[in-house]
């Protein structure tokens, strides 16, 4: 199944650039749903829910994606998706945070969100609200993926984390070119980090299992 992953993964960033265009509608999407699929269907060995989060998260990130690959600006509804997505990615990792410490930790976060928020805002225009609250969503899912790592260590929490940061990676580079400056590569750029930070959400799963 994962060589089945990669394969997608590349054919899409290949159909960025060279097409078909349905093959990029096909491909953009598939990978999630299939990452989706073996979380859903990996037995849980402990009781939390966290497995059942990272699953869901990945399922309405598959929403979310199909918003935004749509020839009408759908931009307003895949943010929304993804706003979700990150909230439920965020609860997942607070199953695992025993005592939510450092509590300066989630300041820290804020604070630089706040710092790249002002630098987009005057190019954001009427979306301002809606990428305000996603970066509050990213936010929230990322402090929480550190402090469980800070809580529980291990590689398996570290490997959420760093997801965490490259999710927060990929969706600045995609802020950047829409609200800022387009590159040839940014979407190329986007997609690997988006893919890779979701396969180590699952991974997360996966491994613990």
Avoid at 53 to 59: R, T
Avoid at 105 to 128: E, N, Q, T
Avoid at 158 to 167: C, K, L, P, Q, T
Wanted: net charge positive.
């Amino acid at each position: 199944m994962w060589l089945v992953i990669a394969a997608l993964c590349l054919v899409h960033i290949y159909s960025i650039s060279h097409g078909p265009r349905w093959l990029f509608y096909l491909t953009k999407p598939l990978p999630a749903a299939l990452l989706a699929v073996m979380v859903f269907l990996t037995p849980p060995t402990q009781p939390s829910d966290y497995g059942l989060y990272i699953g869901l998260g990945l399922a309405i990130s598959v929403i979310g994606d199909i918003f935004l690959m749509l020839p009408k600006d759908c931009f307003r509804a895949g943010l929304f998706s993804f706003l979700v997505a990150q909230f439920t990615f965020g609860y997942a990792f607070l199953q695992k945070i025993e005592s939510y410490q450092p509590t300066w930790l989630p300041i820290l976060f804020a604070c630089v969100g706040l710092i790249v928020y002002l630098l987009l805002l005057p190019s954001i225009g009427k979306d301002k609200w809606y990428v305000g609250l996603y970066f509050v969503s990213i936010l929230f899912m990322a402090s929480n993926a550190t402090v469980a790592w800070i809580s529980s260590g291990g590689p398996i929490a570290g490997m959420a984390m760093i997801g965490a940061y490259i999710f927060i990676m990929s969706d600045l580079v995609l802020a950047i070119d829409r609200f800022r400056a387009s590159s040839a590569f940014s979407r190329h750029v986007v997609m690997f980090t988006y893919y890779t930070a979701q396969a180590l959400f699952a991974l997360s799963v996966l491994w613990a299992s």
